[in-house]
């Protein structure tokens, strides 16, 4: 069972940048396409952004021009620079494969602890 572990998260002021970093206990070559979710309390998650393993992205139309994805596969990373923050994107934001997503739903095996961001000023 591949572990994912989400950094990065924190307390940025409206219009300012973070990036989140999610390492894989496996080579990301394994994955065929790797997402970024977020979740806020009583909402379900949500994808925001994916990319495949040829480098293929995908936003939601919430983040474009906002949010970039990126992997590093020699570091089993994915990445997600966000710019320009709302107070609406705050969250706590997982990765995950797209596929495993789907599988283990709300189970949290499935997923890794996560990492917080607040939008605040």
């Known amino acids: 069972q591949v572990q994912l572990v989400e950094s990065g998260g924190g307390l940025v002021q409206p219009g300012g940048s973070l990036r989140l970093s999610c390492t894989a206990s496996?080579?990301?070559?394994?994955?065929?396409?790797m997402g970024w979710y977020r979740q806020v309390p009583g909402e379900q998650r949500e994808l925001v952004a994916s990319?495949?393993?040829?480098?293929?992205?995908n936003y939601v139309d919430f983040v474009k021009g906002r949010f970039t994805i990126s992997s590093d596969n020699a570091k089993n990373t994915v990445y997600l620079q966000m710019n320009s923050l709302k107070p609406e994107d705050a969250a706590v934001y997982y990765c995950?494969?797209?596929?495993?997503?789907?599988?283990?739903?709300?189970?949290?095996?499935?997923w890794g602890p996560g990492t917080q961001v607040t939008v605040s000023s």
């Open positions: 995950n494969e797209l596929s495993r997503a789907v599988v283990g739903g709300t189970n949290p095996d499935y």
């Open positions: 990319i495949t393993k040829t480098g293929s992205t």
């Open positions: 496996a080579s990301l070559f394994n994955f065929y396409a």
